[in-house]
């Protein structure tokens, strides 16, 4: 197979979908970040709002503090349902790197891709910076962002773990960690261009 695959895992507010849609432009292929969602439902007959709302989200926090959650019936309905869009994702992001060259933004795809040519890569930033990334992108205050910055990168963290081997934001699960605070979004995607043809020549001589 001769598609690269690269994948970026993020801190939220870490500028790694930008990075990602920047690195696109550069290499000239796609990148699939909520359009991978949208693939996914129209593929397996899924309702794209419902895949929307289950985006990077494990069963078990489908469970903590549901008022439901003592209900057997209701809790295997929530469980199928997130292994069931969890599996359209999954597929879908098999399907693409089965077909071209492309990045593709979170939802654990350096675990599910494993057996592909994948480029991981993780980013981070400094809590304040990705809080103001955050209050810029949703117009929120200070205490919201900082809020959803928690909420969003634990959801995360729990997906990721609850999926692969290996830990969310950890070095074992990437080929690299790069911090955007310090190295900024253009320096991020150098890097990144720069891994991928390293990695390319590693591959050349297996």
């Known amino acids: 197979m001769k598609n690269t695959i690269i994948c970026i895992g993020r801190e939220y507010g870490s500028g790694g979908r930008e990075i990602g ?7 000239h292929i796609p990148c699939y970040d909520k359009l991978l969602l ?4 129209e593929q397996f007959g899924i309702n794209e709002f419902r895949m929307q709302e289950m985006d990077e989200m494990p069963p078990v926090s489908l469970f903590s503090g549901n008022a439901f959650a003592d209900t057997a019936m209701m809790m295997q309905t929530f469980y199928s349902e997130s292994e069931q869009t969890t599996n359209a994702v999954r597929e879908t ?4 790197a089965a077909e071209q060259s492309c990045i593709i933004i979170g939802r654990c795809a350096s675990a599910f891709l494993k057996d592909y040519p994948v480029v991981s890569v993780f980013i981070y930033a400094d809590k304040e910076d990705c809080i103001h990334r955050i209050m810029n992108r949703n117009q929120l205050s200070y205490r919201d962002a900082e809020k959803r910055f928690k909420q969003v990168n634990k959801m995360r963290k729990r997906y990721f773990d609850f999926y692969s081997d290996t830990k969310w934001g950890e070095a074992e699960s990437y080929d690299a960690m790069l911090s955007s605070s310090a190295l900024g979004i253009e320096g991020c995607v150098d890097l990144i261009e720069k891994s991928v043809r390293l990695k390319q020549e590693v591959w050349g001589h297996e």
């Open 93 to 96: 992001m098999k399907k693409l």
């Open 38 to 41: 949208k693939l996914g439902a």
């Open 21 to 27: 849609e920047k690195l696109a432009e550069r290499l």
